[in-house]
């Protein structure tokens, strides 16, 4: 792959990266004390238009100690 491809991709992921965990450290926030200790599903689906390319990782995330 060339290096335009590669940068725009690096660029692209951490976008993803870092809005990604600013948006759920945020939801841990507004749920307060409810989320603490608890496991929850999270589940991230890409879809690239053009490509009929779909990507799901799913995984879990621990809250915050009590």
Same mark, same amino acid.
């Given at each position: 792959?060339?290096?335009?491809?590669?940068?725009?991709?690096?660029?692209?992921?951490?976008?993803?990266?870092?809005?990604?965990?600013? /948006?759920?450290? &945020?939801?841990?926030?507004?749920?307060?004390?409810?989320?603490?200790?608890? @496991?929850? *599903? /999270?589940?991230? &689906?890409?879809?690239?238009?053009?490509?009929?390319?779909?990507?799901?990782? @799913?995984? *879990?995330?621990?809250?915050?100690?009590?």
């Amino acid at each position: 792959m060339d290096d335009e491809f590669n940068m725009s991709l690096r660029k692209f992921l951490k976008q993803v990266g870092v809005t990604s965990q600013q /948006a759920i450290e &945020e939801a841990v926030r507004s749920a307060g004390a409810d989320a603490a200790g608890k @496991e929850f *599903t /999270a589940r991230m &689906e890409l879809t690239i238009e053009g490509l009929d390319m779909r990507h799901v990782v @799913e995984s *879990t995330i621990k809250g915050p100690s009590e």
